[in-house]
Every structure is written in structure tokens, then in C-alpha cells.
């Protein structure tokens, strides 16, 4: 099972809480091995499965916003 997502807020600490934005990286190696393998597809495939960067949380109690790295 995944990481359990949690509220920061000392007052709050609920884990109702929800996704809102997640940001990729773009992986430079991976679309040069994909492009040599695979062609232009493989290349794009290749950069855009990159490493995943922070994730925006929202919780659903007090409203807070927040930045996690999954």
C-alpha cells in the first residue's frame, strides 16, 4: 500500500486529505535511450516517464494546502 498522506497542521493531523496538482520531471536520459531503441515515440515516451516531483495536498478539515514528495 502507498505512503499515507497526512495534515502538517498540529491542530488538524487528519487524514482526509486530497490531491490537487502533481508535478513530473522531464528524464533527459531516459528519452535518449528511448530515442535510440524506439524512434520519435520512444523518445517521448522515454522524457515524460520521468521522476515524479512533489504532489499538492489539500485537507478536506482545515483547508490547508501542502507539498509532499511521493
Known sequence: ???????????????NVV????DR??????GIVG??????LGAATG???GKRGKTVFRCMNCGHTFEVKL
Open 35 to 40: 530515442g535510440m531503441i524506439m524512434g520519435p
Open 19 to 22: 490531491p490537487v496538482t502533481t
Open 1 to 15: 500500500m502507498g505512503k499515507k498522506v497526512r495534515c502538517p497542521r498540529l491542530t488538524c493531523r487528519s487524514l
Open 25 to 30: 520531471k522531464i528524464s533527459l536520459s531516459k
Open 47 to 49: 522524457a515524460l516517464s
